[in-house]
C-alpha cells in the first residue's frame, strides 16, 4: 500500500473534464516536487507532468496538474478515448534517507 | 536520442539473485542519476533504487537489504542485483533517466521498455 493515495478508478466521456487526486503528507508532496506518469498495458511508462505542472515536449496542452499542501492533481480537459490508461503521481519522500514514491495509481476508462 | 535496453534472465527460481543490465545509448551514465522501477502483474510501479556516479545510491527502504545497483563506465551500463528472490519479485522491470535537464526533483523522463522476470519453482 502506497503512501501516496490515488482512486483506484475514474472515468469520463470524450469531452468531458476528468481529475485524478494524489494524497500524501507533508514529508514528500508537502515538500517536494510531484511528478505524473501516464502507462499504457504493455507499454513503458511515459513522463507526462514534471515539477508539479510543467508539461514535456509533446504532451497536450490538455494535460495539466497542480499541487497544493500535501496533495496533487491530474486534469484532463477535452477527455479522448487514447487518454484510457493508468496514471500515475511521483515524489522525493524525505524519510528514511530520501527515497522516489510512486501512488498506487489510478485507471481512466473513457466511456 | 536516448535509449535505454534491459536484459536479464526471464526465469529464476525462488532464493537466487536476480541480475539486470541496462544499457544506455545517447547520453553517457556519468551524468544524471539512473533508476530501476518495477511493475508486478496487475499491480503499479515500485521505485527500487537509483543512482548517480559522483553521489550516493538510493534505495526503497522496503527492498535496500536485497538490493545492489551499479554502473559499468565502460559499457555505459547500469545493473541490478536483488538477492534472495521469491514470487512476489515478478515483475516487468524498468530502468529510467532520473532527473535530467529540465526534469529535476527525480523526474524520470526515458525509459526502457522493460524486461519481464518471472520468479517460480
Known amino acids: 500500500q502506497s503512501v501516496l493515495t490515488q482512486p483506484p478508478s475514474t472515468s469520463g466521456t470524450p469531452g468531458q473534464r476528468v481529475t485524478i487526486s494524489c494524497s500524501g503528507s507533508k514529508s514528500h508532496i508537502g515538500r517536494n516536487a510531484v511528478n505524473w506518469y501516464q502507462v499504457f498495458p504493455g507499454s513503458a511508462p511515459k513522463l507526462l507532468i514534471y515539477n508539479n505542472n510543467q508539461r514535456p515536449s509533446g504532451v497536450p496542452d490538455r494535460f495539466s496538474a497542480s499541487k497544493s499542501g500535501t496533495s496533487a492533481s491530474l486534469a484532463i480537459s477535452g477527455l479522448q478515448s487514447e487518454d484510457e490508461a493508468d496514471y500515475y503521481c511521483a515524489v522525493w519522500d524525505d524519510g528514511l534517507g530520501g527515497h522516489v514514491v510512486f501512488g498506487g495509481g489510478t485507471k481512466l476508462t473513457v466511456l | 536520442q536516448v535509449q535505454l535496453q534491459e536484459s536479464g534472465p526471464g526465469l529464476l527460481k525462488p532464493s537466487e539473485t536476480l541480475s539486470l543490465t541496462c544499457n544506455v545509448s545517447g547520453d553517457s551514465i556519468s551524468r544524471n542519476y539512473w533508476s530501476w522501477i518495477r511493475q508486478p502483474p496487475g499491480g503499479g510501479l515500485e521505485w527500487i533504487a537509483f543512482?548517480?556516479?559522483?553521489?550516493?545510491?538510493k534505495y526503497n527502504p522496503s527492498l535496500k537489504s536485497r538490493v545492489v545497483v551499479s554502473a559499468d563506465t565502460s559499457k555505459n551500463q547500469i545493473s541490478l542485483q536483488l538477492s534472495a528472490v521469491t514470487a512476489s519479485d515478478t515483475a516487468v522491470y524498468y530502468c529510467?533517466?532520473?532527473?535530467?535537464?529540465?526534469?529535476?526533483?527525480?523526474?524520470?523522463?526515458?525509459w526502457g521498455q522493460g524486461t519481464t522476470v518471472v520468479v517460480s519453482s
Open positions: 543512482m548517480r556516479l559522483s553521489a550516493n545510491t
Open positions: 529510467a533517466r532520473t532527473g535530467s535537464y529540465p526534469y529535476y526533483y527525480y523526474a524520470m523522463d526515458v
